[in-house]
């Protein structure tokens, strides 16, 4: 079985997945996958980066490690972003996204 879409196998212990951000949304979390990226709402505006660090916040706790462990890799000026995170299998991240969305689903 391949990698799911929203993956990026990476050499060494960590995965990088793609993100759309949803800015300036009502409730904040993880939404679901579709279109081969994680959609994740916050509640902070696009501006002064303050909506990168919500979104780093929500994947924090959705993933259950410091928000130090993720870094933007790509697009941090736009909706759609490659999120690095270190120290968590590929298989165990999309796991535990997939338990963050509303019902335990990811949308598939």
Do not use: F, Y
Not at 70 to 80: C, E, K, S
Request: aromatic letters at 0%.
């Amino acid at each position: 079985m391949g990698m799911p879409p929203t993956l990026r196998p990476s050499p060494e212990a960590g995965a990088t997945i793609r993100v759309r951000v949803q800015p300036r949304a009502a409730r904040e979390g993880i939404e679901g996958s579709r279109a081969g990226a994680w959609r994740v709402r916050v509640s902070a505006a696009p501006v002064e980066g303050e909506a990168n660090r919500a979104l780093m916040a929500v994947l924090a706790r959705a993933l259950g490690v410091r928000p130090a462990e993720l870094r933007i890799v790509h697009g941090a000026r736009g909706r759609d972003k490659l999120v690095r995170i270190e120290g968590v299998r590929a298989e165990e991240v999309e796991r535990r996204l997939a338990a963050a969305c509303p019902g335990g689903d990811a949308g598939r």
